[in-house]
T-cell receptor
Framework: GENVEQHPSTLSVQEGDSAVIKCTYS??????FPWYKQELGKGPQLIID?????GEKKDQRIAVTLNKTAKHFSLHITETQPEDSAVYFC?????????????FGTGTRLTIIP | DGGITQSPKYLFRKEGQNVTLSCEQN?????MYWYRQDPGQGLRLIYY???????QKGDIAEGYSVSREKKESFPLTVTSAQKNPTAFYLC?????????????FGPGTRLTVL
């Protein structure tokens, strides 16, 4: 099955600086890669996703890049703000018919230092 | 308001007792999922269902059971056979079928077995 590795496990950045979180996946057939943000005591919320036919996607201060050859994808947050502090999870999904399973990374705890 | 509700938010049980966690959605989604989250780990899939009266085991189904008698409901029973049931449990739902579909998460239930 699919295996997703995520680094780093913790990340502290100064407010206003950029943060980058990286994930690698094992199955080259995976073609959907969402990123979720989880605040303390809450369920994860999708913040951005990318499909395998796209190399980069941006939404305001958040961007995701995908390198299919190397099987890795990254989350970039620019101009970080205190409200960006949370745990971030990457995930990968094989889009086979009837297979709706996401495989998640182990999470990155991002702390923004004011 | 459309969304996913999980109840209760906190649940305490004695060792050896079965316990059922509730998950309800009014998003008209066909697919529903149960995940388990432990500190420092990603989300691990317990069971998922893509249609009423049908469900499949995820990666860590042992000691758990589910039912899907109604489209909007997907209760999870943690049985006494689950060796380490204390965890944060998350329910999610999505549109079913091929393609990339966002999974929407509920707020979670924190189960503590004493």
């Amino acid at each position: 099955g699919e295996n997703v590795e995520q680094h780093p496990s913790t990340l502290s950045v100064q407010e206003g600086d950029s943060a980058v979180i990286k994930c690698t996946y094992s199955d080259s057939a995976s073609n959907y890669f969402p990123w979720y943000k989880q605040e303390l005591g809450k369920g994860p919320q999708l913040i951005i996703d990318i499909r395998s036919n796209v190399g980069e996607k941006k939404d305001q201060r958040i961007a995701v890049t995908l390198n299919k050859t190397a099987k890795h994808f990254s989350l970039h947050i620019t101009e970080t703000q205190p409200e960006d502090s949370a745990v971030y999870f990457c995930a990968a999904r094989l889009s086979n018919f009837g297979n709706e399973k996401l495989t998640f990374g182990t999470g990155t705890r991002l702390t923004i230092i004011p | 308001d459309g969304g996913i509700t999980q109840s209760p938010k906190y649940l305490f049980r004695k060792e050896g007792q079965n316990v059922t966690l509730s998950c309800e959605q009014n998003l008209n989604h066909d697919a529903m999922y149960w995940y388990r989250q432990d500190p420092g780990q990603g989300l691990r899939l317990i069971y998922y269902s893509q249609i009423v009266n049908d469900f499949q085991k995820g990666d860590i189904a042992e000691g758990y059971s589910v039912s899907r008698e109604k489209k909007e409901s997907f209760p999870l029973t943690v049985t006494s056979a689950q060796k380490n049931p204390t965890a944060f449990y998350l329910c999610a739902s999505s549109v079913a079928g091929t393609g990339a579909h966002e999974q929407f998460f509920g707020p979670g239930t924190r189960l503590t077995v004493l």
